[in-house]
């Protein structure tokens, strides 16, 4: 799940967006690569390696969303 969060402030006239991913089931903790695109956003494919010790890691930090 991939879901966009836009934020501003009116009074400087600024757009912040973040991102907030669900990664599931987790990543084996070792080298991966991660691809996104978005044609309609202008965005070409894009693929980077991502540290998956690190995303496990990220991942035991937080909190349960459900039992």
Same mark, same amino acid.
């Given at each position: 799940?991939?879901?966009?969060?836009? /934020?501003?402030? $009116?009074?400087?006239?600024?757009?912040?967006?973040?991102?907030?991913?669900?990664?599931?089931?987790?990543? =084996?903790?070792?080298?991966?690569?991660? /691809?996104?695109?978005? =044609?309609? #956003?202008? $965005?070409?494919?894009? $693929?980077?390696?991502?540290?998956?010790? /690190?995303?496990?890691?990220? #991942?035991?930090?937080? =909190?349960?969303?459900?039992?």
């Amino acid at each position: 799940m991939l879901m966009l969060t836009p /934020a501003g402030d $009116i009074r400087t006239g600024s757009l912040q967006s973040g991102v907030r991913l669900w990664l599931w089931p987790l990543p =084996p903790p070792e080298p991966f690569e991660f /691809a996104v695109e978005w =044609p309609l #956003g202008g $965005i070409g494919l894009t $693929i980077v390696e991502l540290d998956g010790a /690190a995303v496990v890691a990220a #991942g035991e930090r937080s =909190p349960d969303c459900w039992p």
